[in-house]
């Protein structure tokens, strides 16, 4: 190759000699009926659903919704796996609705989603500024949930039950809850829903206090593992979906899967199902536990990233207007 007069390369006239195709008939990702539209003011919420573009999470958001629709519209099972997070930014009333409506049949949290539960039953209100008061040592040191709920566990498991249980129970019964209408716990212990809680011991501001048993929080929470693997004995064809868990729910899950998986006949493969992660960051274990593991290549993994607070609702939304109703329409 021959150098110009300023000592660059000269360009090999073969560059230019590109091979072209027809535009009209590339395969393209985006086209016009897969665009959005603008939101008209004073409009219905199909409408807004509508107006969105079926590309990336606005399709996976629909894909979702369908997914959970059609699971229970065939009788299989949409397990919510969640962390405490989400009771927190006040995503209680979306769940609990979603229970009633027979669209969630299973809840699997954490330890710390019985603190707030209880508090908000209880009080009205929770969640402390941990900051301040961690630097006076008096983080989490609230009498009432220290004492009450560790009394209810030790209670529960003397009974027989698991920790999701034995609080929803406590909760129900009890004449001081004044808001117990909020409990995820309580009501699902009314509509016979199984809730299941799964503890690092340690990692709660209950196990601070000196009531807390760790014989039975133990118990109790082996029990529901147990439970808990049950239910995922029947979930073929249905939909799990972890709800802001970003290491307890994933590593819990993966581990009950693979002991229903190990116990179930052979005939119950437990492949074909729905995974859905949901949170406003992307986590190790929620990616790899919940979504590419468990499923393999026969199942669905679906990851939509988002604020809880926006998210669970938009997604319990387009659940309604894509036929749960939870009548059966």
């Known amino acids: 190759m021959s150098e110009d007069k300023a000592g660059d390369p000269a360009i090999d006239p073969a560059i230019l000699a590109v091979k072209r195709?027809?535009?009209?008939?590339?395969?393209?990702?985006?086209?016009?009926?897969?665009?959005?539209?603008?939101?008209?003011r004073g409009?219905?919420?199909e409408d807004?659903?509508?107006?969105?573009?079926?590309?990336?999470?606005?399709?996976?958001?629909?894909?979702?919704?369908?997914?959970?629709?059609?699971?229970?519209?065939?009788g299989h099972p949409v397990i919510l796996g969640m962390g405490a997070h989400p009771i927190k930014v006040g995503l209680s009333p979306v769940i609990i609705d979603l229970m009633e409506r027979g669209v969630i049949t299973a809840v699997a949290t954490n330890g710390a989603s019985i603190?707030?539960?209880?508090?908000?039953?209880?009080?009205?209100?929770?969640?402390?500024?941990?900051?301040a008061e961690l630097c006076r040592g008096q983080f989490g040191m609230a009498?009432?949930?220290?004492?009450?709920?560790?009394?209810?566990?030790?209670?529960?498991?003397?009974?027989?039950?698991?920790?999701?249980?034995?609080i929803g129970s406590f909760i129900l019964h009890d004449k001081g809850m004044k808001y117990k209408e909020i409990s995820i716990f309580a009501r699902a212990c009314e509509l016979e829903v199984p809730v299941t809680v799964h503890v690092a011991v340690g990692?709660?501001?209950?196990?601070?206090?000196?009531?807390?048993?760790?014989?039975a929080i133990g118990q109790g929470s082996l029990r529901d593992f147990r439970l808990l693997a049950t239910l995922l004995g029947r979930l073929e064809g249905g939909v799990f979906i972890n709800l802001g868990s970003a290491v307890i729910i994933p590593e819990?899950?993966?581990?009950?899967?693979?002991?229903?998986?190990?116990?179930?006949?052979?005939?119950?493969?437990i492949e074909c199902f729905t995974?859905?992660?949901?949170?406003?960051?992307?986590?190790?274990?929620?990616?790899?536990?919940?979504?590419?593991?468990?499923?393999?290549?026969?199942?669905?993994?679906?990851?939509?990233?988002?604020?809880?607070?926006?998210?669970?609702?938009?997604?319990?939304?387009a659940i309604k207007e894509t036929g749960q109703d939870g009548d059966g329409s």
């Open 21 to 40: 195709y027809s535009l009209k008939g590339r395969a393209s990702k985006v086209a016009l009926e897969k665009i959005g539209r603008p939101y008209g």
């Open 43 to 45: 409009g219905r919420f």
């Open 48 to 74: 807004f659903l509508a107006s969105l573009p079926g590309i990336l999470a606005a399709s996976d958001l629909m894909a979702a919704a369908l997914r959970i629709v059609q699971a229970r519209a065939d």
């Open 115 to 131: 603190v707030h539960d209880f508090e908000l039953a209880f009080a009205g209100f929770t969640s402390e500024d941990v900051a």
């Open 143 to 166: 009498e009432e949930t220290g004492v009450m709920l560790n009394q209810a566990i030790v209670r529960g498991v003397e009974k027989g039950l698991g920790l999701g249980k034995a």
């Open 203 to 215: 990692t709660d501001i209950i196990h601070m206090h000196p009531e807390a048993d760790g014989g």
């Open 252 to 269: 819990v899950f993966m581990k009950a899967l693979n002991l229903a998986r190990n116990t179930s006949s052979p005939e119950n493969k």
């Open 275 to 317: 995974a859905i992660n949901m949170d406003f960051i992307s986590h190790y274990r929620a990616q790899a536990n919940v979504l590419k593991r468990p499923a393999g290549n026969s199942g669905t993994a679906i990851n939509l990233i988002g604020h809880h607070e926006i998210m669970f609702p938009l997604l319990a939304a």
